[in-house]
């Protein structure tokens, strides 16, 4: 069974951190990208991150460049998402997913991912 296990979302104020995290089981981890999406009340799903681990090779919208790091931890199928100096506007449900194919992406769209986690709400009051 595909399972994609999101957790590490909380409240935190303004310029604060948090680290999500995404467990991965059922699949070959070295096989896909996976990464992250937001989605805020009202707006559409946002793809933010990934990470294509066996190119080494990362992915960020413009919005969290500088802010947010993606790692991935292959011995325990995992993906991290280290997000710092959290502002308001990152408030959502972040959602990790997994799309298939080895190699870099310069996209990372909601449409067309293979599997999805549940997602964790992440909440920055100013």
């Known amino acids: 069974e595909v399972q994609l296990q999101a957790s590490g979302g909380g409240l935190v104020q303004a310029g604060g951190s948090l680290r999500l995290s995404c467990a991965a089981s059922g699949f070959t981890f070295d096989d896909y990208a996976i990464g992250w999406f937001r989605q805020a009340p009202g707006k559409e799903r946002e793809g933010i991150s990934c990470?294509?681990?066996?190119?080494?090779?990362?992915y960020y919208t413009d919005s969290v460049k500088g802010r947010f790091t993606i790692s991935s931890d292959s011995a325990k199928n995992t993906v991290y998402l280290q997000m710092n100096r959290l502002k308001p506007e990152d408030t959502a449900v972040y959602y990790c997913?997994?799309?298939w194919g080895v190699g870099t992406r310069t996209t990372w769209d909601y449409r067309g991912m293979d599997y999805w986690g549940k997602g964790t709400q992440v909440t920055v009051s100013s």
């Open positions: 990470i294509s681990s066996s190119v080494n090779s990362s």
């Open positions: 997913a997994a799309d």
